[in-house]
T-cell receptor, first 113, second 114 residues
């Protein structure tokens, strides 16, 4: 099992460019999540998908869109990147039970110039 | 609103010394509590969690944390640290008992020196 995988690992964008961060999990998990990690701020939830076909906003959704393509894949799109979106982005997943643990991917380091 | 406070942003310690990483939370309802560890250039890994039952929980690599409801704390301890414990440690709390929404602390960087 690869667990949670993310592509790309690194990306540099210019202000206004768009891009999609990809996330896939092979653990047959129902729920998937996107976080951003900024220095001194911990991780903050951007969007999550409790099950295939549903998505919900987290704490910091502005400037992002998501797609739950199927049970395995959950993508995060930046339509018009801004320097404030420079961050490390983590994808996570878990099974449906409320007490289950979230498992994290290795992250994507994004720089917006 | 719920929040998590990790008072120490950095904790330097010598190898084989004991360490405590502090975590306090605010919540008016019952919660679940987690400690995650992040090694350099890696994602977060679950270290241990408290859901219910015994207030003392342990990890496989010698860390332990104690849930203290009256003090709303979930401090992480290890009696003797190793160089390989150098990492960033995050405390996280659920919103109520729903693990879909985790609230993370700002992290504590543990630096172990030889």
């Amino acid at each position: 099992n690869a667990g949670v995988t993310q592509t790309p690992k690194f990306q540099v964008l210019k202000t206004g460019q768009s891009m999609t961060l990809q996330c896939a999990q092979d653990m047959n998990h129902n729920s998937m999540y996107w976080y951003r990690q900024d220095p001194g701020m911990g991780l903050r939830l951007i969007y999550y998908s409790a099950s295939e076909g549903t998505t919900d906003k987290g704490e910091v959704p502005n400037g992002y869109n998501v797609s739950r393509l199927n049970k395995r894949e959950f993508s995060l799109r930046l339509e018009s990147a801004a320097p404030s979106q420079t961050s490390v982005y983590f994808c996570a997943s878990k099974v449906v039970q409320l007490t289950d643990t979230q498992y994290f991917g290795p992250g994507t380091r994004l720089t917006v110039l | 609103a719920q929040s998590v406070t990790q008072l120490d942003s950095q904790v330097p310690v010598f190898e084989e010394a004991p360490v405590e990483l502090r975590c306090n939370y605010s919540s008016s309802v019952s919660v679940y509590l987690f400690w995650y560890v992040q090694y350099p250039n890696q994602g977060l890994q679950l270290l241990l969690k408290y859901l219910s039952g015994s207030t003392l929980v342990e990890s496989i690599n010698g860390f332990e944390a104690e849930f203290n409801k009256s003090q709303t704390s979930f401090h992480l301890r290890k009696p003797s640290v190793h160089i390989s414990d150098t990492a960033e440690y995050f405390c996280a709390v659920t919103q109520g008992r729903n693990t879909d929404k985790l609230i993370f602390g700002t992290g504590t960087r543990l630096q172990v020196f030889p």
